[in-house]
């Protein structure tokens, strides 16, 4: 059974950093290429950031020149490097493979303060 585990979320003031890791669990993590994804209140989730097997990465225009994906297979994992930070920002993150195919995790929350 796959598991995925978030972590790193916070609060910080506009402008910030915070850096999220996703530990993944139960498959062959090398195999999959992966996402973040996250969820403000009252919308639906949507799509930040992709990297492929072969970490060749895309991200969401409202991201883009702020954010870093990134994966070690070693250690199982894939990051969300955030800079630059606003209140917009401001979601429950999730990662998960670009198609979802595995259970959502609990999610990582992060509050941007103007």
């Known amino acids: 059974q796959v598991q995925l585990v978030e972590s790193g979320g916070g609060l910080v003031q506009a402008g910030g950093s915070l850096r999220l890791s996703c530990a993944v669990s139960g498959t062959i993590f090398s195999d999959y290429a992966m996402a973040w994804y996250r969820q403000a209140p009252g919308k639906q989730r949507e799509l930040v950031a992709t990297?492929?097997?072969?970490?060749?990465?895309n991200y969401a225009d409202s991201v883009k020149g702020r954010f870093t994906i990134s994966r070690d297979n070693a250690k199982n994992t894939v990051y969300l490097q955030m800079n630059s930070l606003k209140p917009e920002d401001t979601a429950i993150y999730y990662c998960?493979?670009?198609?979802?195919?595995?259970?959502w995790g609990q999610g990582t929350q992060v509050t941007v303060s103007s």
């Open positions: 998960n493979t670009p198609r979802k195919l595995f259970s």
């Open positions: 990297i492929t097997t072969g970490s060749s990465t």
